[in-house]
DNA sequence: GATGAATGAGTGTTCATTCAT
DNA sequence: CATGAATGAACACTCATTCAT
């Protein structure tokens, strides 16, 4: 049996991500494969033959949020209120990027560039439920017009990045949420859900 | 006399600073000073001391633009209706960041951060402008309730992000600005000011 | 039994062999070791097993050509006419070289040098062989004084390796080859065969 | 004056060049731009500055024996006997080739393959000298039919490389070179120059 | 003031070889 | 016998910064 090679193989990946993702939450986002890979106690070598390159390191740390993510936006596509269904999309969004800030650099880049395959899929999906949620909202006159999915993927990584820049950014969060949802909601709709 | 001199000086620093705009025209930001010089036909040195960090010359570049922002926070700032003001100011600070990256990005750091002195005095000088119309907006019950000079700050920041990472930036600026100002708008005050 | 065992050693050293040569046939001879075996769809270590050096990599890849060149070396050796004999043992390790660059690369390296058996062995018929022309040769007044064994060696590896610099090597080979009869032929003795 | 700053230059320079010399010298041909800093005890950035390329090294240590070859091949071009100017071309390049292997690299690689300046040009002239005594050569009868200066610029290049890997090089040249020669000269010519 | 050569730490990447399974 | 993960030395190349002239 291959298992307990493969499990060593697995421990070292994730030494490797462990590692990496302590860098992360120093603030450090360059992600070095050289300097993760001393700092993992782990050859070079083993760093890129499991992450072949910064982006893929990246992708594989984002991945677990970017799952989590995943479930909550289909929570929200099949909330009933397209209003409310829009709200928990963004805050999902929104919070997964101030939470796992590798995700938000993954949300922030062209879907094309370098991305690993799992990467692709999964934008593909976000993609998909987005676009669910934000057609019932535009149905139901909710959504100001214009905007394009496209659009609020990119006002929510902008309200990502104006959380980030600030000093207490999960102090502030909240009301920048509100400012996005306020903002992209249709004129004259009223800034709570119809009852 | 050191006339002859400082008149040297100063071309040699112009020469540095045209050549690092044209290459953030080109869409490189890094501003590698030994490229900047090689390109400039000038000493390493020579950019070392006009400009002594990275910072430094960001901030040299950011400058022209930057101080035609103060002039047009200015004339915001003069605006008899509150909500037209925090239009026009809000726009202008958007618009500068696209039009100058530079300038977006000595916006979004921490004005502590390294500032050279006339950057910190521009910063003063914007954030009391942006006050005067804050508070009189905020007067006019029209700005969302829990919205700092800070705060202002970060989302039009986050805006111009967000537009950066659209394909056609200059196609979305409007539409962004127009989230924004929704969003910043007190609930219940309607989108457009009163007449 | 071991056959079935061994029918597998056999068919991986054999695909080893065939991606090694695919590799050559581009023209590249560098023969990584882990290359090969990945795009062999075999394990680095089974490559080693087979091959433990580069060196015996290459000379599995040349054994082939080598063979049909001792085949060519007997023939020749057996010519009635000394000079015949001669002409058709240097043809055939020009051709057998610019045919197959890893003869090539064997043949101009020290024989000494972490050969293998087989190998070793090859060179040794060779010699033998090209002796015995050489022998008849010289004994018929018809090369050049002077000339040894390993002087023919190295001066028809040389004449491959002019030809292998040449644009179009195969448009260059006869004359070349023309070129290095009447070179090592004894002064004074024409440029053909006596009838 | 910068003459001292461009002695310390020149002197670095020097350096790099002796100890690279060292390693030709000791059969190293690879000159790895980090292995000779070291030894020469100056920074990377040194060799990097004065040599951007291992080619560039190259050429630059093939650069004097180029030069006197370039002289001698002159002289050849001026010698009244067509087959003497031959004879002392070819040799030359020979000789040149064998005491300084650089020039051997240099010349059996294809013109424009990252060439620098000074090496293009003077292979240009190189070829122009070997245009005029191949042409007096060819209009006496006395080269084989066929032979291009191209092929002659491979044959002595094969010459050489079967001189290199002879036991003892220096002791075969002269009789490598006769066979070239006669190898090279019209067929019913003769070996020895009309007298 | 200006120059630009020099530095060398830093970063990215490859690859031959070993060895536990 | 086969596997392929792991290793880490080795190599290529960059660039911010210093400093002698």
């Known amino acids: 049996m291959t298992t307990t090679l493969r499990a ?3 421990r070292n990946r994730d030494r ?18 050289n300097d993760i890979a001393r700092r993992a106690g782990v050859g070079v070598g083993t760093v890129y033959r499991h992450f072949p390159t910064r982006r893929a390191l990246l992708e594989a740390l984002a ?24 709200q928990r999309l963004l805050r999902s969004i929104l919070l997964g990027q ?31 439920l987005a676009a669910t949620v934000l057609e019932r909202a535009t149905r139901a006159g909710q959504l100001r017009p214009g905007l394009t999915l496209d659009d609020l993927q ?25 400012v996005l949802l306020a903002g992209v909601r249709a ?9």
Chains 1, 2, 3, 4 share one sequence.
Request: proline residues 7%; hydrophobic residues 45%; glycine residues 6%.
């Open 8 to 10: 060593d193989a697995a």
């Open 98 to 128: 101030l939470t796992e800030p590798t995700l938000a650099e993954v949300l922030s880049t062209s879907p094309d560039e370098d991305a690993t395959a799992p990467t692709t899929t999964r934008r593909g999906e976000l993609a998909a």
């Open 187 to 195: 004129p004259g709709q009223g800034s709570s859900p119809p009852a």
């Open 63 to 86: 991945a677990d949020a970017f799952a989590a993510l995943l479930d909550q936006a289909q929570a929200a596509s099949r909330d009933d209120d397209p209003w409310a269904g829009l």
């Open 16 to 33: 490797v991500l462990a590692t990496a993702r302590a860098l992360v939450a120093e603030g450090d986002l360059s992600l070095q494969l």
């Open 154 to 178: 990119h006002l929510v990584c902008g309200t990502a990045f104006a959380a980030r820049i600030a000093d207490a950014p999960d102090d502030r969060v909240e009301l920048y949420l509100a």
